[in-house]
Nanobody
Framework: QVQLVESGGGSVQAGGSLRLSCAASGSILRIETMAWYRQAPGNQREFVAS???????NYLDSVKGRFTISRDNALNTVYLQMNSLKPEDTAVYYC??????????????WGKGTLVTVSS
């Protein structure tokens, strides 16, 4: 069974930084795209950033230049470095991975989320 476990959330003042990590474990043949999404209270879940297996990245416009996504394929881990945080970045951040588990059928998995709170 595949699991995604996030860590690194917490509370920080505006202008501060946090680094989120998400480790995938279990029976995994290969991980394709890994991504971060977030959901603020009362809002729908939104895309934040993604990184393909080859390293190509995409970002939500409002985080470009402030957030950096990276991955360690040997550790099946994706990171999100968040700098210059703003109160509007407050949300539960979810890790997402498209991967091949114990067979060659692409499956989408989600972590349980980690809370990021940015105070003004």
């Amino acid at each position: 069974q595949v699991q995604l476990v996030e860590s690194g959330g917490g509370s920080v003042q505006a202008g501060g930084s946090l680094r989120l990590s998400c480790a995938a474990s279990g029976s995994i043949l290969r991980i394709e795209t890994m991504a971060w999404y977030r959901q603020a209270p009362g809002n729908q879940r939104e895309f934040v950033a993604s990184i393909a297996s080859g390293g190509r990245t995409n970002y939500l416009d409002s985080v470009k230049g402030r957030f950096t996504i990276s991955r360690d394929n040997a550790l099946n881990t994706v990171y999100l470095q968040m700098n210059s945080l703003k109160p509007e970045d407050t949300a539960v951040y979810y890790c997402n991975a498209e991967l091949y588990p114990n067979n060659w059928r692409l499956v989408n998995y989600w972590g349980k989320g980690t809370l990021v709170t940015v105070s003004s």
